[in-house]
């Protein structure tokens, strides 16, 4: 339990902390008491990531070297071991930077809740750190059932915020998207339950040899060294399920029914949350699922399959982003370009190849949703102010408003990734990881995702354009429908400029969060073969008592 | 020598205190009617209680198998059944507590609904084919009558009658089943029936009995009559039977498939499995579209008989012990959720109409206050769970059965019922949505000299949504019990030997 208490402390403050906001923001009625309860929960919070920074750091090479170790059944005092679950948390840079990427997010949400003067603000604030805190748990799941617990659980606090707080359609949106998303997701509690099949069967083998020492069936550390021994030990079919829930989530394309509709009904701090952090779910699992449990099959067809699929997803969103006729809908269908984009790095890495798409893919994840998020704020800021983000009544924003303009200005530069910024770090590390993926097309693929790159700059001007300037020559039409009022006030940068200056300092140094992206092409990588070679891995093919090598001098630590 | 055979007071002691004080509770109203309106609750939650505490002592003993000449089976199996029985039964009289203060049935009430819990107690103890009959005429017959107690109101006439003539299909089915199997195995005990010679009049009689149980359990394609009977009978008596009632009749069914015919797997497995994909289809998509809140659960019901049909299906240690878990959560939540329509009908002296609840979930579900706000909240809470979203016990019970089932082989079982799960959320959602994304209806009627107070059944209410979580963190108890109950039917395939990998 003492190796828990980081984790549960991560857990426990923005739930509590939500308790609280709820019960500060029903009793009291004021958003004051909200926003200082978030403040709060965001302080403490930021405060335990710091600490676990530090001490992350300070063993950051025993951590790497230690590899994945599955936890003894003494190290556990939650699950249901009958099944093989364990309540496994556990925390690494990966999923450090994910976190603390949570923290902001929702921290400038709850901002802007208090801003836009919702109802009830105490139950909205509450329940955006509810999902929280579902998100953070996911981050840091190490046991299938744990991750697919805190993958469904977050939805549910999202469920209402858009079904009570959304637009005129917003039932229909909440209904669509839980259900949508559900649709995805109980299939693959089907795999997960098949995964923990092979688990079990892998125990019962295991046992024969030396009984004393048995990991959960459902830890994913175990089930790695499953697929390390055995690259096949998991069928297609189960590798079938999960991507189909993971391409509903993220989403890909066929499967993005749900994402307009919420994203334009939710209110705009919470579209902010779905496509900033929710959608980030899909790349965690893809990271610690999909990649090292199904190497065999992700190098033979399935990974060139998906790195299509994720172009398709990619182009076709960016086309539509074009298209859109409001702000959000741009924002919401960029959004799914860029999760084809990471979920393309991803897809890409087969094995030990091709690692550097997964780090491009996890630093595209983190600007993607500090962006998306601050995009969606921004939008929310002008719907506030002038009730409407259809882009045929907006315009002419800029003029005589420097602070506005140079921020929707600085946003859609990032979002179209100019060199430097730090979207172009991760763009390049996906597009030249696809280049070299080693497939005999691959430079077309990789052509075809750079020029989507352009796409990118299409739709962010347009929607630039659209907003803040307009063409004099349709001005006629345009002017008077709207009032937007006098530039950014105080209480509106308070919460863009986290989000903001986290942009900007990631652009500057991408390599601040280079521990996380290690980690995660460490992750990915968990099963191939480069590492089991190189010894580095949790365990040793043909290992008896398997999972351990015998020379590793962590080995002693764990009997 | 003729020796007398010795009877085991011990085995039945669970029963006998039922019965005795359900004859109690009826002597009562010769006294005088005050007296029993006043006693007879009292007594009935008494006798439940002790009855649960019977069965409960009962289970941490050594089985009492065969006891009365083979008739009575006191093993794990019996006295789990006797536990959900008797603490439906005492949900139950809680639910009518104080329901009655104008009529004179408050005797008859009670003390049929102890019958009835005695009933299923010998229904899930049976040894022998015979008890097996008894127990089930017993519970029926009592149920006939307490669905048809609110005599002035038509729906709960309709509903009696309905359900005795259906009830009477199934209790002949079962008879005939019994008289097959007499005759291709020559004795009506369960042990010895296991024995025999396998038989097509053996499979005929199985198949018959198969029946009469799917009937009980209210499983499509057997189910037609549930959604009627739920929604006449008085509501206490509605959360009653799509509890115990249907553990009762699924228990039973592992019972009779695991002692009597354990050479015949093969054979019923097919057809449980389309009575599985068939109640989980049903009951999803009749659910859909229903406006009333008990017809819902009632459809609800239906659906979940189908998963927990999987556990069964699967058969093993797993299976066992999912069905009984998942028998353990179903029946929290549909208690939970029946005390707050019971809650809700109180509040309103009307039936709950799901439209009525708009805007209800804010604080005004059972008239205002604090307590309106945990009752909506409670309903959210048991609506998610019933729905199986994580992390509540709902969750964990269905994540057992579909585990069970892929373990078995039954993969395809297991994406039938996940898509039914997502069929499923289109109703159990609308509930939330109704209660907390839509605006409130108008003026609510003002309930006509329905008691004010109903703490009781709040507090009730509340306590099964923590009971949710609580027996989503506490599953390993269940499971272990129940994987123990599988080695005594002799089910599992290779019983663990003591502590193998027993939690410390």
Redesign the interface.
Known sequence: MGELSIQLLLLCIPLIGGVLALYLGETMKSARAVTVTSAGIALAQSTVLVCSWLIIRGGEESSISEAFKPLQPEEYS?G????GIAFNLKIDAATLWLSALTVVVVFCAALFTAYAKRERPGVFVAAMWWSAAALIGLFMARDL?VF???F??M??PL??LV??WGGPE??RA??TM??YT??GS??M??AV??V??VG?DALATMKSGDGSW?PAAFDLDFLYSVAATDASAFPSWILALFIFAFAVKAPLVPFHGWLPLAYRTAPAEVSAVLSGLVSKAAMVGMLLVVLPLFPHQLAGGWGLGLTVWALVSLVYGAICAFRQSDARGVVAYSSIAQMGLIVLGLSVAQGAVGLQGVAGSYLQAINHGLISAALFLLVGIVEVRTGSGELSVLGRIAQNRPVITTTALFLAMIALAVPGANTFAGEFLILSSVFSAGWQFDWLLGAVAGATVVFAALYALRLLSSVMHNPDDVEEARTGTVTFGGDLSHRELVFLAPLLVAILALSVWPNAIRGGMERAEFRSAATSERLVAKGESAHEAGSEEGLLPKDSPNAEDHR | MIKSPTLDWWAVAPELVLSVAGIAVLLYAIFSDRIARNLAPATALAACVASFGIAFSQLNNDPRIGAWVGQVDSDSLANIVRMLAAGAGAATVLFSWKLRPSDNRAAEHYSLLLFAVAGMGLFGAAGSLMTLFIGLELFSIALYILCALEAEKMPSLESGLKYLIVGGLSSSFLLYGCSLVYGAAGSLTLSEIGAADNSALLRLGLAMLLVAMTFKAAAAPLHWWAPDVYDGAPTSMTAFMATATKAAALLALIRLVAIAFPELTNAWQPLVAGIAVASITVGNFGALVQTKMKRLLAYSSISHAGYLMIGVIAWQESGIAAVLYGLVVYSTMTLGAFALVIIRERATGAAVMIDDLRGSGWGSFAGGGVFGWVSGLAMAILMFSLAGIPPTGGFFAKLGLLQSGVEAGYAWLAVVAAVGSVVGLGYYLRIIVVMYMQDPAKAQKAAKGAPTRQLFLETFAAACAIGIFVLALDADRYLHRGEHTACELGVATACHEKGAHSPS
């Open positions: 939650l249901i071991a009958q099944w059932v697919y617990v805190f469904e659980l939805l549910i469920f209402l079904g009570v917003r039932i909440t209904m839980f259900i559900l649709l109980l299939p509690l089907v339950v098949a923990g099949d079990r048995q």
